[in-house]
């Protein structure tokens, strides 16, 4: 199991969809000065932990959901998947190999984001509160989940395509149509999807309110990655 997230995540940090992501984040996430100005955001008054906070706020955003589909579907592209069963590796140990590299190279990313941040903003002071780090552990672990949902996704799906399409329209999708059955059968359903799960503790956080969001993250991770395995034991390889 080892030696397959060595693989997987030499295919990670050997390839340039890595990197490409990267540089959009850093381009696209308004830390540099010439998006802060561009943003409105005067760079001289931009601080180092409002910045990380809402980084890890967006629900994973494109760019990272585009590296993670894209990862996992890269071996059923290439046509190694076949390869590494054959070595001997279960169809389980692969899906479980692609969400742990995924995730480490996803928070690898974020990791680069927050140096470049701290170097270029630390001047202007952390601009720390007391209650970001129940934020941050809030995110931190609705990122692990939006990454094991992505994950089984793309594991399912295999192409790029659908696997794009599918992980940056469907949570949007599943929100509107949760919204149109609240409205119209009176119940508070959409409360419980994942991309409303944030925003709700975001209101109140409170350490009683980042008890009930990490529970109900740890509730999608582990359904999740029951369907994913699911999946994966029944999937043909080819």
């Given amino acids: 199991m080892n030696k397959l997230i060595k693989l997987q995540l030499r295919n990670i940090f050997h390839n340039r969809l890595f990197y490409s992501c990267l540089i959009l984040i850093l381009i696209l996430f308004p830390i540099i000065s010439f998006w802060g100005t561009i943003s409105g955001i005067q760079p001289e008054k931009i601080q180092v932990m409002p910045q990380v906070v809402r980084l890890l706020s967006t629900e994973i955003g494109v760019v990272s959901t585009i590296f993670i589909t894209v990862f996992t579907c890269?071996?059923?592209?290439?046509?190694?998947?076949k390869n590494i069963i054959a070595r001997g590796y279960s169809k389980g140990q692969f899906f479980r190999a692609k969400f742990i590299s995924a995730l480490?190279?996803?928070?690898?990313?974020?990791i680069v984001v927050f140096i470049v941040d701290f170097v270029l903003f630390i001047g202007n002071g952390l601009g720390y509160e007391a209650n970001m780090?129940?934020?941050i552990i809030s995110n931190i672990v609705k990122i692990i989940a939006y990454t094991m949902i992505f994950v089984t996704v793309s594991f399912v799906l295999e192409k790029n395509a659908s696997a794009i399409i599918?992980?940056?329209?469907?949570?949007?999708?599943?929100?509107?149509?949760l919204g149109l059955v609240d409205s119209k059968l009176k119940f508070d359903i959409s409360k419980f999807?994942?991309?409303n799960i944030s925003?709700?503790?975001?209101?109140?956080?409170?350490?009683g309110n980042l008890t009930t969001a990490v529970i109900l993250y740890i509730v999608y991770i582990v359904v999740f990655a029951i369907i994913g395995l699911h999946f994966a034991n029944k999937k043909e390889i080819k």
Avoid: H, K, R
Wanted: net charge negative; with cysteine; aromatic share 14%.
């Fill in 199 to 207: 925003s709700q503790f975001a209101e109140n956080p409170t350490t």
């Fill in 104 to 110: 480490i190279g996803l928070f690898t990313m974020y």
């Fill in 74 to 81: 890269f071996d059923f592209g290439e046509g190694t998947s």
């Fill in 166 to 177: 599918a992980c940056v329209i469907g949570p949007s999708l599943i929100s509107t149509v």
């Fill in 193 to 195: 999807w994942i991309g």
């Fill in 133 to 135: 780090p129940l934020i």
